[in-house]
């Protein structure tokens, strides 16, 4: 079974609007971590947002939030007035198990963003 | 402050052959993994270094292998190449800590031919 499922292959948002890209997870883990990160062209993968498990409120960080609904094993990310330097890659992330056993992360497929002007 | 730097930011290779790619993590971080990511795919993971040691191995063939120096950088060794190690691969750092974030460099695109 797949561990990071995203199900938007691609999508386009206008500029200014916000988008909402899908994540579900899977896990059996208490403990565990999910992140995004953003993959402009050049390559580089770009950290964004992190959600622990035990964390109580939905991460924000500026224009990014995250919609953390733990019963359905969903984290999705929450992209606020759009910009067009926003067109990249976006892929969601998890880590599970003790940390002591080493932070491997699992990605997803990834979501093409396109922000028309 | 520097971020994860990593060499070659291109590479031609032939089957058969050997390489080494190389990585510098961010100041301050003990922790070294490589990720693999083929065109169009999400990165999997092949290894993480920590104190040196191969510390967590993804499902890789042992033809890939790495190293970590004292210095927490790393090398990613990969041998006998074939034409499905064409990639993008990825180093990420992190420090031990409470999240562990993982913060990655540029990325080295081989191309085996």
């Known amino acids: 079974a797949q561990k990071i499922t995203q199900t938007q292959p691609g999508m386009f948002v206008q500029e200014k609007e916000a988008v909402t890209l899908d994540c579900t997870y899977d896990t059996s883990d208490q403990s565990y971590g999910l992140f995004w990160y953003k993959q402009p062209s050049s390559g580089e993968m770009i950290f964004l947002i992190y959600?622990?498990?035990?964390?109580?409120q939905n991460a924000t960080e500026g224009r990014y939030s995250l919609n953390f609904q733990k019963a359905r094993k969903s984290a999705n990310l929450v992209i606020s007035a759009s910009q067009l330097g926003d067109s990249a890659m976006y892929f969601c992330a998890m880590r599970e198990g003790p940390k002591a056993a080493g932070n491997k992360l699992t990605f997803g497929g990834g979501t093409r963003v396109l922000v028309k002007p | 402050d520097a971020g994860v730097t990593q060499s070659p930011t291109h590479l031609i290779k032939t089957r058969g052959q050997q390489v080494t790619l190389r990585c510098s993590p961010k100041s301050g971080h003990d922790t070294v993994s490589w990720y693999q990511q083929a065109l169009g795919q999400g990165p999997q993971f092949i290894f993480q270094?920590?104190?040196?040691?191969?510390?967590q191995r993804g499902n890789f063939p042992d033809r890939f292998s790495g190293h970590q120096f004292p210095n927490y950088s790393s090398e990613l060794n990969v041998n006998a190449l074939l034409l499905g190690d064409s990639a993008l691969y990825l180093c990420?750092?992190?420090?031990?800590?409470?999240?562990?974030?993982?913060?990655f460099g540029p990325g080295t695109r081989l191309l085996v031919l």
């Open positions: 990420a750092s992190s420090r031990t800590g409470v999240r562990e974030t993982q913060y």
């Open positions: 959600q622990g498990s035990y964390d109580e």
């Open positions: 270094y920590y104190e040196e040691e191969e510390r």
